[in-house]
């Protein structure tokens, strides 16, 4: 991320104001997630017993949030093949997960490069970028342990991906942080708690949530911020990548590669997806939360919006 070219000077201390009301402080919110993070955070390789073994007759996601539940297909397979599904579809977003660790871990580095380097915005941001570490090692460790294969995203999105982290502004990169993290958020805040799920995956999802609700935080404040102070060219390139973003991470979701893994038809497979009303709901109710401030800070608008429609992300 670079800094946000502005057509003001406006230093952290100043007040800032946008819909929501006043922005906080960027050092005390940085303070406030520095002493979270030191109360809060976790090992995953001794936090977790990653010796014990799997459940039997456990799935691996809630059924309710594997793509093709209550489709007509969905209804013709066996709940073991269900559960097999599910493990595979935890595996795809595990992978899909690393993935975008990966960028925003660059994403991040990218962000404080010209930023003091004693600040507590800079602190927090390592912070953060050891936290992703650790859960990109925690994400693959469940893949190996369920014993599905790992799913990459396709070369095309791969590629989209090595562009915008090479080319993305700040507010633009902190709208696409906020993508991938608050649905994977909303649906892991649905898993740990929910006992039909394997132990290990509901362990897993546990850390991720409490350690991404800082990170949620952050993007926040910081996207919020830079929505008051940058330049409208800049403003309307963010509504325009993070609509774009919102198109392919929707078709990325899940690696359709799962579905001949267990024996169904791909391509019959997607079209119910595509045209399953529960699945839809399902990814518009994860992205809620997302969409209504996004809406309120004034990235969705004009095309941006309809980029957002398109993704079926909003309804």
Known sequence: MTS????????????????????????????????????????????????APLEEGKWFWPPE??????????????????????????????????????????LLVRHIYDKPVTSAHVRYALTEIADECRHSKMFARMIQKGGAPAYPVSRLNHNLARVLKTISTTPGSFACTLLGEEILDWMQRLTFPDERVQTIVR????????????????????????????????????????????????VAFVNPDVYAHVGLDRREAVAQVKASGHRREVMQSGARKLTDFL?????????????????????
């Open 4 to 51: 946000a070219p502005t057509a003001m000077t406006v230093t952290d201390t100043e007040v800032l104001r946008d819909a929501l009301g006043l922005l906080k402080d960027r050092e005390q919110v940085a303070e406030r997630l520095l002493d979270s993070s030191a109360k809060h955070s976790f090992d995953p390789d001794t936090e977790l017993d990653w010796d």
């Open 295 to 315: 809406d309120e800070i004034g990235v969705l608008r004009g095309m941006g919006r309809r980029l957002w429609r398109s993704s079926g992300l909003l309804a």
């Open 65 to 106: 949030l594997v793509s093709l539940y209550d489709t007509p297909l969905w209804r013709k397979m066996s709940t073991e093949q269900q559960q097999d599904l599910s493990r595979h579809e935890a595996a795809s977003l595990a992978s899909l997960g690393i993935w975008f660790e990966i960028i925003l871990m660059q």
């Open 203 to 250: 362990g897993v999802t546990r850390i991720h949530v409490v350690e991404e609700a800082r990170h949620v935080r952050y993007a926040r404040e910081e996207l919020r911020r830079q929505m008051v102070t940058a330049p409208r060219w800049e403003q309307e390139l963010t509504r325009i990548s993070s609509g774009e973003a919102a198109r392919v991470f929707s």
